[in-house]
Structure formats: structure tokens, C-alpha cells
């Protein structure tokens, strides 16, 4: 589902115009934005944990060259899903 057809979906089960849909989602990753520029995880009820996380820093070796090389500490989003949303998941999966 691409960002398009998500918006569609929300407009129709909401019974707000795309335009409004549009905004709204907007709004709340703007919201999200802000909270990890700050380094605080976003919780969704029902849904999962998005947090930042940091990286360490590490070797890496090019699989091509054989070269060894150091890759600096950084940043990343993680998701944790919430128990029901995996137990769902590991059903769906398995059907």
C-alpha cells in the first residue's frame, strides 16, 4: 500500500475528505518527528513502540575488495510491535 492508497483508505473509513486525511497524517508524523529529535520513544496503543536506538560502532569487511573498514556510530528507528500484533502476524503467516 503506498502512501496514496493509504490516505483513500483512512478517508473512507473516516468519512474525512483526502485532503483532511492527508493533513492529519501529516500532523501526527510531524509530531513523531519532533519527539525523536528528542530522543523520546512514540508509543501507539494496539499498535507498537517506535524509539531511537544507537548503533555502535563496528568493523565492516567489503565482501568484493576483502577491505576492512570502520563504521561510525549512529542513529536508528526501531519498531517493537505489540504481543498482538506478532501473534497475529505469526497466524496470518502460518495460514
Known sequence: MNNKEFIAALAAKTGFSQDESQKMVRSTIA?????FEAGDPVSISGFGTFEIKKRLERIMTNPATGQRMLVPPKLVLNFRPNASIK?????????
Request: aromatic share 0%; hydrophobic share 20%; net charge neutral.
Open 87 to 95: 501473534e497475529q502476524l505469526k497466524k496470518g503467516g502460518s495460514e
Open 31 to 35: 509530531a513523531m518527528e519532533k519527539n
